[in-house]
């Protein structure tokens, strides 16, 4: 079941005032307003049958990743001979879509995404869909100190960071690089450019980093940015690394409340991060715990992989392929159409807890 609500007409984008980082809007050709356009500025959210409503697409432009993280790829990244990811034609349509149907919110995430040359090309191609009015990245910031300013000048509004510790030899453990001091100056940099928000990941791992919170709180007391702690996952092909990292989220959130930090209110179209802030620190921290029991009744997000697969869920059991309706904008009416039909299959929940983890056999072949 779908239900498409209905709320007074939002303003085009195109009437707004402004534009994201100075780019100009014509730098990408945009596809010419048809019918379905018209009426998509009279949708909200998609809605299924739970009640949640998805205003927020996480797509996934590579697999590839350069790093070697423990808890996700400690062999490194492995082409499989048959890799061909989605163009920026075949983003810009799929956007398009995703848009008719309400969604505002795009998270580009990988693999590691600023492996791709034409990243810039690719955010200024999301930044000119009508409806979109949020663009934030995923990465891992080796290349941040680099190019950080090239991508907001292209449209970006927010960037997430994965930084797993605050130790440069613990950073070089976890990660398989030694490239700390490239991601702590990329995340400096990216203070100063006026995004609506950076955030830095990482992920909770016992015997790794578990001990770091005194020195997070000292790098957030000034800063304003959100450090996010994720708690370890299971994946297809992690299992024993699990087993032995694994680290409760809320252990976590318990010692942040004994130290006076307070629950703040989650907005609609935010991640699935628990925020918390404390009034004698600039940042805030958000915690996110998949293996809580009220994780998935605040699901507000739809993934789509690097080939064009919709998942409807993190750790699902199929895929829908959109990629043939992304070939020709005269298939736009018809990718809505499929997109729309599907959500009536999400499942109320994942089945993390009984050791189910579906198609997903590590974190970089969909994003996360």
Not at 67 to 86: E, I, K, N, Q, T
Not at 145 to 165: F, I, K, Q
Not at 263 to 273: I, K, N, Q, S, T
């Given at each position: 079941m779908i239900k498409i609500m209905?709320?007074?007409?939002?303003?085009?984008?195109?009437?707004?005032?402004?534009?994201?980082?100075?780019?100009?809007r014509d730098l990408v050709a945009a596809r010419p307003a048809s019918e379905s356009d018209?009426?998509?500025?009279?949708?909200?959210?998609?809605?299924?049958?739970?009640?949640?409503?998805?205003?927020?697409?996480?797509?996934?432009?590579?697999?590839?990743?350069?790093?070697?993280?423990?808890?996700?790829?400690?062999?490194?990244?492995?082409?499989?001979?048959?890799?061909?990811?989605?163009g920026i034609a075949e983003i810009r349509r799929l956007v398009g879509g995703f848009a008719a149907l309400g969604m505002h919110k795009i998270r580009l995430?990988?693999?590691?995404?600023?492996?791709?040359?034409?990243?810039?090309?690719?955010?200024?191609?999301?930044?000119?869909?009508?409806g979109v009015r949020k663009i934030a990245l995923?990465?891992?910031?080796?290349?941040?100190?680099?190019?950080?300013?090239?991508?907001?000048?292209?449209?970006?509004?927010?960037?997430?960071?994965?930084?797993?510790?605050?130790?440069?030899?613990?950073?070089?453990?976890?990660?398989?690089?030694?490239?700390?001091?490239?991601?702590?100056?990329?995340i400096e940099q990216a203070l100063t450019l006026g995004l609506e928000s950076v955030k830095v990941n990482a992920v909770l791992l016992r015997g790794c980093n578990d001990?770091?919170?005194?020195?997070?709180?000292?790098y957030?007391?000034?800063?304003?940015?959100?450090?996010?702690?994720i708690e370890l996952m299971r994946t297809g092909d992690n299992l024993a690394y699990f087993e032995r990292h694994h680290l409760r989220a809320e252990e976590l959130e318990l010692r942040l409340q004994a130290a006076g930090w307070r629950l703040r209110v989650r907005a609609a179209d935010a991640?699935?991060?628990?925020?918390?802030?404390?009034?004698?620190?600039?940042?805030?921290?958000?915690?996110?715990?998949?293996?809580?029991?009220?994780?998935?009744?605040?699901?507000?997000?739809?993934?789509?992989?690097?080939?064009?697969?919709?998942?409807?869920?993190?750790?699902?059991?199929?895929?829908?392929?959109?990629?043939?309706?992304?070939q020709s904008d005269a298939d736009h009416d018809a990718l809505v159409m499929r997109i729309a039909t599907q959500l009536g299959l999400k499942a109320a929940g994942h089945g993390l807890h009984q050791g189910h983890t579906g198609l997903t056999p590590h974190l970089a072949s969909i994003g996360g």
């Amino acid at each position: 079941m779908i239900k498409i609500m209905v709320h007074a007409g939002r303003m085009p984008k195109a009437m707004r005032s402004g534009n994201r980082g100075g780019r100009r809007r014509d730098l990408v050709a945009a596809r010419p307003a048809s019918e379905s356009d018209e009426r998509a500025q009279m949708m909200g959210s998609l809605t299924d049958g739970y009640g949640r409503s998805f205003p927020y697409l996480r797509l996934s432009l590579t697999e590839a990743c350069n790093y070697r993280c423990s808890y996700c790829l400690p062999d490194g990244y492995r082409a499989d001979g048959a890799s061909r990811f989605l163009g920026i034609a075949e983003i810009r349509r799929l956007v398009g879509g995703f848009a008719a149907l309400g969604m505002h919110k795009i998270r580009l995430t990988g693999g590691e995404p600023s492996l791709r040359k034409d990243l810039p090309a690719v955010i200024a191609a999301v930044s000119a869909v009508r409806g979109v009015r949020k663009i934030a990245l995923t990465t891992n910031g080796c290349l941040l100190p680099r190019h950080v300013r090239t991508w907001r000048e292209a449209g970006l509004t927010a960037l997430n960071v994965s930084m797993d510790s605050l130790d440069a030899g613990r950073f070089h453990a976890i990660t398989g690089h030694d490239r700390f001091a490239e991601v702590y100056e990329g995340i400096e940099q990216a203070l100063t450019l006026g995004l609506e928000s950076v955030k830095v990941n990482a992920v909770l791992l016992r015997g790794c980093n578990d001990d770091e919170l005194p020195c997070w709180l000292d790098y957030l007391r000034e800063r304003a940015l959100s450090v996010r702690f994720i708690e370890l996952m299971r994946t297809g092909d992690n299992l024993a690394y699990f087993e032995r990292h694994h680290l409760r989220a809320e252990e976590l959130e318990l010692r942040l409340q004994a130290a006076g930090w307070r629950l703040r209110v989650r907005a609609a179209d935010a991640g699935p991060a628990r925020e918390y802030a404390h009034p004698q620190f600039r940042g805030t921290i958000g915690v996110i715990a998949p293996y809580s029991r009220d994780f998935c009744t605040g699901c507000n997000r739809l993934r789509v992989t690097a080939r064009g697969d919709l998942r409807l869920c993190l750790f699902g059991d199929f895929g829908i392929a959109l990629r043939p309706l992304l070939q020709s904008d005269a298939d736009h009416d018809a990718l809505v159409m499929r997109i729309a039909t599907q959500l009536g299959l999400k499942a109320a929940g994942h089945g993390l807890h009984q050791g189910h983890t579906g198609l997903t056999p590590h974190l970089a072949s969909i994003g996360g």
